[in-house]
């Protein structure tokens, strides 16, 4: 669809699927090496990722395991560390090049375009993007006043994770598998819906990552205003007006490899004052 | 064909797996006779706030004994759960290794409290009289300590017992859905309770 082949061709949309891919590689194989081998290397999938002794705990659920227990466990807190200091830096990168859910969508994309032709779907409705933090906000209340954590078991990207589980081990699939379909369909709304306004470990990774270093600029000289990064954004920012260093920004790329004049390139900064 | 397959999947969770547990409200806990929380777990109450249901020790326990609950328990979804008398826990304690959130607490065999086994003497049938049975006796972990031969009817002493549910697993004797002539209470709703023997 993209004529112009003066640069290699959607470069980091490339490495972001091959990444996506590893990502999801990882979730899916590992219940059947801890099922079928006994090889217990690595446990869990992206609420909590045991790699040897090296533990990964997803921020939103410590978080929410924390102020609702309202008792702080040091290797909880230390698991933390890494996808925390992942987002002061590079902000939501989690998002665009681990997530399942993210996989998921691409992956669905794919196959409509595959099966309807080429044409780049609408985004029928949008809403604020400031609903993000609400997303957060009320969860967050939410847990706390019912004293139960709501993300840790309705979080998609927990659930796909717990659903391969659940298939390899059990031969069977939980119910609230349901919401990781109705994610998916929400992209056929909206592109990336569910990740846009609704998601509060995106908002959680947003939120930390506001500061962040790893950013996406502009150069407003080399800009033609065409549009294409505008249009390119699955979250529906817009890159022409700066939103690239926006909080809300998951430093996926795919603006860059729609810009034809090369006028978007990431950037590491200092500090970002947006 | 991939999706007929996933539906079959899904349709058979809703309608075939209530059986687990019948009586699951959204808030009310799985935890009662022979369903058991992992070794070390902590308290009831505290055990919703604090697992965030990664998973982990149902993927590292190397027989199967955990199970993850999903959403017919309510808020409770997720959190692991080992059904005795299916499989019992043979305590190799992998699980309370990998758990991240300090939910499963780091505790030994000999430590874990996962509930303790009463012997049922009106269904026993070697407290009945009616036959020589130790299979509770032959098959705990803790012989001699948490389960003795009292004139060759079994016993169990509290100060020992782990409530690992291998002698629940072992009972021949099922007198009533899901329960054995020797079951394994919880301790956490054993507080106050008169059924203790």
């Known amino acids: 669809m993209k004529n112009k082949t003066t640069k290699p061709e959607r470069r980091f949309h490339n490495w972001r699927l091959i990444v996506l891919f590893g990502a999801f590689l990882v979730i899916l194989i590992n219940p059947f090496l801890n099922f079928y081998f006994h090889i217990n290397f690595v446990q869990g999938w992206y609420q909590s990722l045991g790699i040897g002794k090296l533990w990964f705990v997803s921020p939103l659920e410590g978080l929410e395991s924390i102020l609702v227990s309202k008792l702080v466990y040091m290797p909880l807190l230390i698991g933390m560390v890494i996808p925390v200091l992942i987002a002061i830096f590079l902000g939501r990168v989690f998002c665009a090049w681990a997530c399942p859910i993210s996989f998921l969508s691409e992956l669905s994309d794919s196959a409509i375009k595959f099966l309807k032709g080429r044409k780049r779907r609408k985004d029928f409705f949008t809403l604020s993007k400031r609903l993000l933090w609400f997303a957060l906000m009320g969860e967050l209340l939410l847990t706390m006043i019912l004293g139960a954590p709501i993300f840790v078991f309705l979080s998609p990207p927990g659930l796909v994770g717990r659903e391969i589980m659940m298939a390899v081990f059990f031969k069977t699939l939980a119910v609230e598998g349901v919401i990781v379909l109705l994610v998916l369909l929400l992209n056929l709304v909206t592109r990336r819906f569910y990740c846009r306004y609704l998601c509060p470990l995106g908002a959680l990774l947003a939120f930390i990552g506001s500061k962040r270093r790893l950013s996406l600029v502009i150069n407003t000289a080399e800009c033609k205003e065409c549009g294409l990064c505008d249009m390119a954004c699955p979250l529906g920012l817009k890159p022409s007006i700066g939103e690239g260093r926006s909080p809300y920004c998951w430093n996926c790329g795919e603006c860059v490899d729609s810009c034809q004049q090369d006028a978007i390139k990431f950037q590491w900064k200092e500090i970002t004052d947006h | ?197």
């Open chain 2, 1 to 197: 064909m991939e999706r007929r397959h996933f539906l079959k999947l899904l349709l058979s969770t809703i309608f075939v797996l209530p059986t687990t547990k019948a009586d699951a409200g959204f808030l009310s806990s799985p935890v009662a006779t022979n369903r058991l929380r992992p070794p070390g777990a902590v308290s009831e109450e505290t055990f919703l706030g604090k697992c965030i249901r990664c998973g982990r020790c149902v993927e590292v326990c190397p027989y199967r004994s955990i199970v993850q609950l999903d959403m017919k328990n309510g808020v409770h979804a997720g959190t692991p759960l080992i059904l005795a008398e299916t499989v019992p826990c043979y305590l190799c304690m992998k699980c309370v290794e990998v758990c991240p959130t300090g939910t499963l607490k780091k505790i030994s065999q000999e430590e874990t409290r996962m509930g303790i086994a009463v012997v049922n003497r009106f269904t026993c049938i070697t407290w009945r009289g009616e036959a020589i049975c130790r299979t509770c006796y032959n098959v705990c972990p803790f012989k001699e300590k948490a389960i003795r031969l009292d004139e060759l009817r079994p016993v169990v002493d509290e100060k020992y017992c782990t409530g690992c549910g291998l002698c629940v697993h072992g009972c021949p004797i099922t007198w009533k859905e899901g329960l054995k002539a020797i079951n394994v209470e919880p301790i956490h709703l054993m507080k106050g309770s008169t059924q203790g023997i």
